[in-house]
């Protein structure tokens, strides 16, 4: 076969192969290393082309194809190391190029000399090939688990490569200095012929190589997939492990009421651990909802007698005990009764609660001890170290090493449905939000005690009773619920907190009541058998026709943040999640029944000119966000500063308002930060009580007017960029 027409063939076959490879570089180009190969095969295609016009000069037919092909194989080497992350050496690179740009030079201008030439080839071809392998070893060792078809393909064609141009050299002895590509010499037809079929191998194989690697990220993919999937299971089983010590709890202690004798304090007593037990049955699902959504939230500091508290809990779970034959005490070193820190009460108790209950389920026999002890006071600061120790079989360094994975089940015998499992992830978690470390220290027959720290603030104001004793509000209330026992606890409380309510079961019986008769106050239900409460409200509650002024407080048993958020955007009052305590029932009426002593301007609220500066300075979205939810924000900050007063932790609260001061002054909110500053001085050097409710009433219509100013330039952008368009 004629030697010129293979170099024609072999020019045809690059070019299709660099449109295979683009195509495969548009497929993969999030792949490293792709479009340093599509350059490789490109200026691999300009070569041949070049070399199959073996009529033009010299310059073009012999020394820029070979030039262009050098620099091509370079790309080559480069991007096999991009795409098994080798790091590249170039220097050999640099080396090679020195010596053998101008030794080619000479030996096709000079001395012409074709063997010498065909040498120079050699080692380019070379030294590209010996890179790919060597990238192709270090980043895919052979015959390891992952060394794949693909990468056997690519392998075998950089050494078939390697082989061909290896076998050229061998031959150059049957050859002359003035021989070239064209000569009729079996040895360059062989040639010419395995270097038109290499290209489509190389190619392949590069393709393969990409897919293979699509195919281990899909693969990927699919194991985090399957783990998510394993991850939501956990949470449901975990929650499930958590729910049956407060229900155990509740069902032991209302058994225990129906037993013992008519004795009000006992009663009492036993009335009081199955609310507190609910109460915790509604923290958790709250806690565990935010871990499911991966979120940590902060939960309320409150001031609390860790004496008490840890009392409290252990006169939750002594029937746990009791059942199984355990002791359950308290040691408490370094701390009084009357003594009161500032804690997130909520999850500290959580912890506890589940260390407790898996150092029951786990001990056989013998005592269970819930040590509190509390360093020296800094200050107003002090170390409290919390230990849960029993007298179990202990642990295996190998279990102690597992424990902490999201759910770890050591008891074969027990089954997920009797909650084995220690449950010690959301421990982990729950305490590293609070700044402290889980530890556990356990040798196996000698039980194991599990231990934290937490720097808790002091207070040196005694706790108020907590006792519901309030005289009854001047108020008529409708209540919109359809759930029978909903239905008799609510009312059981309005009893003794309103002069008068009536009960609709449905929107169709509130709406008649709401033309009958005048109400004060409506407690909405947000799921009714006729329509949702909180599209009612916003949608049908201003048509019904009624004249007097009511407010709405919203009833939900959905305890995501984002429902109260949206029911007090709606204009409702307030937004009370069931379970419902009666203080914080009354504490919502109490409120809704302020009165504005003053109607504030619009143009007294806000700084515009302030607020357009920062309109400016922040995205549009970014400040609509913070809008959103800062109305809610404010009045939840300010009914902490207000619980706060009341137990003279008068130094937090006033760090609080300095803090709402500047970001309101930030925003503009200039009469709501005069407010907030004149609140400041009558904490720090008057007796006068501040009135939170106006002080929360004016951040709301602050925030208010702040939407409709963000909203105005919203619409002017709008305008501006509709004209910029209809001009362009």
């Not at 040895?187 to 290209?199: D, E, I, L, R």
């Not at 007698?305 to 779970?317: A, C, G």
């Not at 360094?397 to 008891?411: A, Y």
């Not at 204009?571 to 009426?589: E, H, N, V, W």
Request: glycine residues 6%; hydrophobic residues 45%.
């Amino acid at each position: 076969m004629d030697p010129k027409l293979l170099i024609q063939v072999t020019a045809i076959t690059t070019v299709v192969c660099t449109v295979f490879m683009a195509v495969n570089w548009f497929i993969n180009k999030g792949l490293p290393g792709t479009r340093d190969w599509l350059i490789f095969i490109a200026l691999t295609a300009i070569g041949c082309g070049l070399l199959a016009a073996y009529t033009l000069p010299i310059t073009f037919s012999i020394f820029i194809p070979n030039l262009t092909i050098a620099f091509g194989l370079f790309y080559l080497a480069r991007g096999v190391d991009a795409f098994f992350s080798v790091k590249s050496n170039y220097m050999p690179w640099y080396v090679l190029a020195a010596l053998g740009i101008p030794s080619f030079t000479y030996f096709l201008y000079v001395d012409f000399n074709f063997i010498a030439r065909v040498g120079i080839n050699y080692l380019v071809w070379a030294m590209a090939m010996i890179y790919c392998l060597r990238a192709l070893n270090k980043g895919q060792k052979l015959l390891s688990k992952e060394f794949s078809a693909a990468h056997w393909a690519f392998g075998l064609s950089c050494l078939s490569l390697l082989a061909v141009f290896t076998f050229r050299l061998v031959m150059l002895g049957g050859y002359s200095v003035t021989d070239s590509l064209v000569s009729a010499n079996w040895v360059n037809q062989f040639f010419a012929v395995s270097v038109s079929t290499m290209p489509l191998l190389l190619c392949f194989s590069l393709c393969l190589l990409c897919s293979s690697r699509r195919e281990k990220e899909l693969s990927l993919l699919k194991t985090a997939a399957e783990h998510s999937a394993q991850v939501k299971g956990q949470f449901l089983t975990l929650l499930s492990h958590e729910l049956r010590t407060p229900l155990n709890a509740i069902v032991g202690h209302a058994e225990s009421l129906k037993k013992v004798p008519r004795e009000p304090n006992r009663h009492a007593q036993l009335c009081d651990v199955i609310v507190h037990a609910a109460m915790s049955m509604s923290d958790l699902a709250n806690q565990v909802l935010l871990q499911a959504k991966g979120e940590y939230a902060a939960q309320n500091r409150v001031p609390v007698s860790l004496y008490s508290l840890s009392q409290e809990l252990v006169r939750l779970l002594q029937p746990l005990a009791l059942a199984k034959g355990l002791s359950l005490r308290v040691e408490v070193k370094g701390l009084y009764p009357q003594d009161v820190h500032v804690v997130e009460q909520d999850t500290l108790s959580l912890v506890l609660r589940n260390l407790l209950s898996n150092a029951i389920k786990y001990t056989d026999k013998g005592i269970i001890t819930l040590i509190l002890e509390g360093t020296s006071r800094a200050e107003d600061k002090q170390t409290i170290r919390f230990a849960i120790k029993d007298t179990g079989k202990g642990l295996t360094e190998v279990q102690m090493e597992k424990i902490f994975e999201p759910f770890v089940t050591l008891n074969t015998e027990q089954s997920i449905s009797q909650s084995a499992g220690f449950g010690l992830a959301l421990c982990k978690q729950l305490l590293q939000g609070l700044d402290s470390e889980l530890n556990v220290d356990s040798k196996l027959g000698n039980g194991t005690v599990f231990s934290f720290e937490l720097d808790c603030q002091c207070s040196d104001s005694p706790l108020q009773s907590t006792e519901f004793n309030t005289e009854k509000l001047a108020l008529n209330v409708l209540v919109v619920e359809d759930n029978p026992m909903n239905i008799d606890v609510i009312s059981t409380y309005l009893n003794d907190m309103v002069s008068e309510f009536s009960i609709a079961k449905c929107l169709a019986e509130a709406e008649v009541a709401l033309l009958e008769h005048n109400f004060d106050i409506i407690l909405l239900d947000m799921r009714l058998p006729d329509g949702n409460g909180l599209e009612w409200f916003k949608e049908g509650f201003n048509e019904i026709g009624f004249t007097s002024s009511v407010k709405v407080i919203a009833l939900t048993g959905d305890g995501d943040p984002e429902l109260k958020r949206r029911c007090l955007r709606a204009g409702m009052q307030d937004c009370l999640t069931k379970p419902i305590m009666p203080s914080r029932l009354y504490a919502a009426l109490e409120c809704a029944t302020v009165k504005t002593t003053s109607r504030l301007e619009c143009k007294t609220l806000i700084d515009q000119s302030r607020f357009m500066d920062l309109a400016n300075r922040e995205s549009s979205g970014v400040l609509a966000t913070k809008l959103m939810y800062l109305a809610d924000r404010f009045e939840y900050e300010i009914a902490q500063i207000k619980g706060l007063t009341e137990l003279n932790v008068t130094d937090l609260a006033v760090d609080k308002l300095a803090y709402i001061e500047n970001e309101a002054l930030e925003l503009g909110m200039v009469n709501f930060a005069e407010l907030v500053q004149a609140a400041t001085v009558q904490l720090s050097y008057s007796e006068e009580q501040v009135d939170w409710d106006g002080l929360a009433m004016v951040a709301r219509r602050s925030v208010e007017r702040l939407l409709e100013l963000h909203a105005q330039i919203a619409t002017l952008e709008s305008v501006s960029n509709s004209v910029v368009n209809l001009s362009a």
